[in-house]
Nanobody, 126 residues
Framework: QVQLVESGGGLVQAGGSLRLSCAAS????????MGWFRQAPGKEREFVAA????????YYADSVKGRFTISRDNAKNTVYLQMNSLKPEDTAVYYC???????????????????WGQGTQVTVSS
């Protein structure tokens, strides 16, 4: 059973940057599309970004496009989320997950992802 562990969250001022990491256990990390999601207090969990297993294709939520970059290092079983130009509305708990087999390409639905990590808090002050 895969385990995902997020790290790198913290408190940052608006306009600042953070880099999140998600380390995966197991030997099949490179077989899966990986995604980042976030959940703000009182709101539903929402899609942020995802990267396909070959790292050749990425896609983003409109709200973060141009500011966030997802990447992966299959040799290290790790996926990253570089977050620049952070805004107070980016404040949330950030989660990584892997896409379930048999679900559509470029899906953004939380129900199509599995093996969620415990999350890492990102707080952006104004």
């Amino acid at each position: 059973q895969v385990q995902l562990v997020e790290s790198g969250g913290g408190l940052v001022q608006a306009g600042g940057s953070l880099r999140l990491s998600c380390a995966a256990s197991g030997r099949t990390f490179s077989d899966y599309t990986m995604g980042w999601f976030r959940q703000a207090p009182g709101k539903e969990r929402e899609f942020v970004a995802a990267i396909r297993r070959d790292s050749g294709s990425t896609y983003y939520a409109d709200s973060v496009k141009g500011r966030f970059t997802i990447s992966r290092d299959n040799a290290k079983n790790t996926v990253y989320l570089q977050m620049n130009s952070l805004k107070p509305e980016d404040t949330a708990v950030y989660y990584c997950a892997r896409q379930s087999r048999g679900t559509p390409y470029y899906t953004r639905a939380t129900t199509n992802f599995e093996a969620w990590g415990q999350g890492t808090q990102v707080t952006v002050s104004s």
